[in-house]
């Protein structure tokens, strides 16, 4: 696994114990496994899904928790909670009435207030609430099921924002929960989501479970993407920790596990060859890994050495390198993703199969390149980004670049990251990353920024392209933000915030006797699906 943008920002997690496989497996009694589903899952180090922005953690939210707007399958944000909703004509004032049914894990029903706090909080530190918190006059309950958000402006984004799946989601706490900073911890596991949390049975490190409520009440359209209606078909879903690949594998084979979430490429050949056992892409949008330069440090606080490294890399042998199997990725142009909304090839010129290695060091010498060290940061933790950036050294080094490799282990790099100095004084010149491509989708990604110092790691800036992100946060209709966004694109390519080496796609693994599971980015979702 790479060092994603999220482990960055993270700066780490805390790491799971291997469980002991068999003796748990094999305690269940046939008629209780035909009801339950095992999936072998990254373990939440963090239960709180506000606290924490943990793909892991997103799902464990997904699962107990409920939102008051979900994408479907298009990407398109639908009510959820919500039953009813308008927005004054001044287009300042929106109003929610939630849906019947809604009840706590604990049998109180879900109010008006919960849904206030639940806001509030989610908006320290969600990118797109922490934007509708400066707009808003006032958030409040107007009765026990109705809630009303008061803007000083207009904000045409405000529905899209409350249903992202970008991490910290905005799921629905009790208000008791919800009331309290966003840096203190939630501890209680009470949701009013499809599945309940099973304390007792929670083994840390080893296995968490998650039995099907009974008291919710879905909604009555047909499952689509996140919304729609949350069915639940089994009775209990278990995540499982197997550390080891090949004992994870032999569960799968055996039966004794019904899906594998991350199998290693190397498993793909053995995974196909059974007859019972299928891969399958849920993410389509895949991840996405591109570099970063530091922005502020020569060569590249000059535009022309960023834009060099456009022409300079070639996604495929990037990719062949990382990836291996050319059926799991894809060359990228899009700073926005690729088969998400605001995907668009504006100002694309510069991509050319193979990369153009001259052009590239014209680039440089265009850019009064004098022959100052580059500083590859490379993982020694992580062989795709070891492979890639060594790759990248050999590149920049057959046209004359000073490119040196500093390798390090997780909290080292992480470390030295935070460093916006030279190289030869313990900065940085490029590092290597990725994200999920449904990231790139969201103009509040600390990605997508171009605020300098004030912004994310490079530190790149453009007064225009900011002014641009500013107008798409008031664009009312979609197409007015898909015009912005091929704007945006324009500039983007233009200062080079970010150089793209392509994108890839995690197929799960599973018996084909579990179906029905539900194809979305970023987050796993453990309604709709069957077991036979």
Known sequence: MTISRRDLVKLGLAAGTAMSIPSVLRAQTA???????????????????????????????????????????????????????GVSDDKKTYTFELRDGLSWHDGTPVTAADCVASIRRWGQVHPGGQLIMARAND??????????????????????????????????????????????????????????????????????TYDRNEQYVPRQEPSDGYAGGKV???D???????????TALAALQSGEVDLLSSPLADLYPAIESDP????????????????????????????????AMLHLIDQEAFMRAMIGNPKYFNTIT????????????????????GGDPEKAKQLFKEAGYAGEKVVILSSTDDSLNSNAMQLLAAALRKIAVNAELAPLDGPAFSARLRNKGPGEDGGWSIFMTSESGFDRNNM??????????????????????????????????????????????????????????????????RRKTLTGLIEMPQLNAM?????A
Request: net charge neutral; proline share 5%.
């Open 31 to 85: 008629a209780t496994a035909a009801r339950t589903v095992r999936m072998v899952m990254q373990m939440p180090a963090v239960f709180d899904p506000i606290f924490s922005t943990a793909y892991a953690t997103g799902s464990h939210g997904l699962g107990i928790y409920d939102t008051l707007f979900a994408l479907d399958s298009k990407l398109m944000p639908q009510p959820q909670m919500v039953g009813k909703w």
């Open 139 to 208: 958030i409040s309950k107007k009765d026990n099921k109705t809630l009303t958000i008061s803007l000083k402006e207009p904000l045409g984004v405000l529905i899209d924002i409350l249903a992202d799946l970008t991490t910290p989601c905005l799921f629905i706490m009790r208000e008791k929960d919800a009331d309290r900073p966003a840096t203190e911890q939630v501890t209680a596991n009470i949701g009013s989501g499809p599945f309940k949390f099973n304390e007792p049975l929670a083994r840390p490190g080893a296995s968490f």
């Open 232 to 234: 639940v078909n089994v």
């Open 236 to 246: 209990r879903v278990i995540w499982d920790n197997i550390t080891d690949q090949q």
């Open 276 to 307: 019972n056992l299928a891969l399958q892409v849920l993410n389509k949008t895949g991840d996405v890994y591109f570099m970063r330069m530091n922005c502020l440090q020569k060569p590249f606080d000059n535009v022309k050495a960023r834009q």
């Open 334 to 353: 899009s700073a926005f993703g690729s088969g998400t909304l605001y995907s668009n090839d504006e100002n694309t010129g510069w991509f050319k199969k």
């Open 444 to 509: 509040f990604n600390p990605t997508q920024l171009a605020n300098g110092e004030e912004g994310w790691l490079g530190w790149p800036k453009s007064d225009e392209y900011e002014a641009l992100r500013a107008r798409w946060a008031n664009g009312e209709t979609l197409e007015e933000r898909k015009a912005l966004a091929r704007k945006m694109q324009q500039e983007y390519w233009n200062f080079v915030g970010t150089v793209l080496l392509g994108e890839a796609v995690s197929p799960i693994a």
């Open 527 to 531: 309604w709709n699906m069957q077991k």
